[in-house]
């Protein structure tokens, strides 16, 4: 589509951040909902003409903001396709090409990360949906293992179950046990270092403290203010003793996997009962896309299959049906974007794509660390950079201002009680120059900010 290409080609010179004015925006799009219908080729001018201005930059080189990527060339176009296709990719008999395609990702993702080979795959929506998945899963298998069948009976009356998470998880994590009618409530957390990785240490106090009950472990690869990822070869050592699953939220430090350079950051990983990691983030396809897989394929399954009369006899055969690996039915066929991102950049382009975040990232932090006043707060081990400008104070001025500058767009968090700015280089799109123009742009902006 033309108005894409036109987008994406303009979207490196664009002011990061939009210049919107909301009830401008409201009133361009809204007012009552006509009665008459109206040409497509009209609306969707007049719906890229009233959204343009409102648009964040994040597909461009110089977001820098939260943990995001951008979206490839390639798997966009994937992504077009799929959305005019409008394959549903429940099982095989509504869509062979979209439940295949599944397959194959699935099959070269785990390649990729050094998974087990036999491990199941679901393609669900986000970081969030595979949490959601693989700690249902978790459930599923500790609960049976206790003899208890919570898919039929639910959690009143069944076994206590504990949860032991590091107590820099995301927050993630904790909706997802919310959803799981477990409780965010439930978490033992475990304490961190001062990077944000657990203390495996820690982890084995804690389980020993319970060492029958029904237990479920989260880990984590990539702290979103850090980039520290658990070390899991100890904490799966610690958990297994115990006879825990172990899950590892890996949303966007998974991909250190895949590179020879920081493969030692997850090393062990495929030591863990699941995964959780999304395809929107580093892989840089467009949203919505996240990937669960589990070693226990029956305990993935049974948490999430059901059945209908009119789902049987389709002649579907040994065919593996997506939707038993995920919590929707009808769902897009995602399948095709993934694909596209991973044939995009091949084994060694992924690697290249990881190093070179993390090569930016460490740039960011000599050139902004060397700055008189400027304090990196993190090792940067990833993608991930917190600078401090001084104060709390100043530190959120020079972000507001950094950000309304618009040559780059970095958000402020709150790390170990103090105020940062957090760079996370994440897009396949950025460039050294583009490094250098927001190091530039920060400069310019802290010399004029009080
Ligand atoms: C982003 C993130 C998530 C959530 O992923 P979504 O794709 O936003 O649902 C979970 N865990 C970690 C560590 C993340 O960085």
Redesign the pocket.
Known sequence: MEQVAAYREGVGDRPVAPSVDAARLRSLLGGPLAADGTNPHALLEQLAGAVDPALVATAGPRFFGF?VGGALDGATCADILTAGWDQVAFNFTTSPAGAVVEDVVGDWLKEAFGLPAHASFGLV?????A?TVALAAARHQVLAQAGWDVEERGLMGAPKIRVVAGEER?G?IDRSLRLLGLGAGIVEPVAADANGAIDPEALARLLEAGPEAPTIVCL?A???NTGACDDLAAACDAAHRYRSWVHV?G???LWAAVSPSTRHLVNGIERADSW?V?G??WLNVPYDS?YVFCADTQAHTASMSYTAAYLVGHGQGSQRAPSDYVPESSRRARGFATWAALRELGRDGLGELVDRCCAYARSFGDRLGAIEGVEIGNEIVLNQVLVSFGSNERTDRVIANVQRDGTCWAGGTTWRGRRYMRISVSNWSTAEADVERSVAAIRRVLAETL
């Open positions: 943990v929506t986000g970081g969030q949906g949490n995301h993630t984590q990539g702290n979103v939220d949303a966007f430090g959780a999304d929107h983030k996240g």
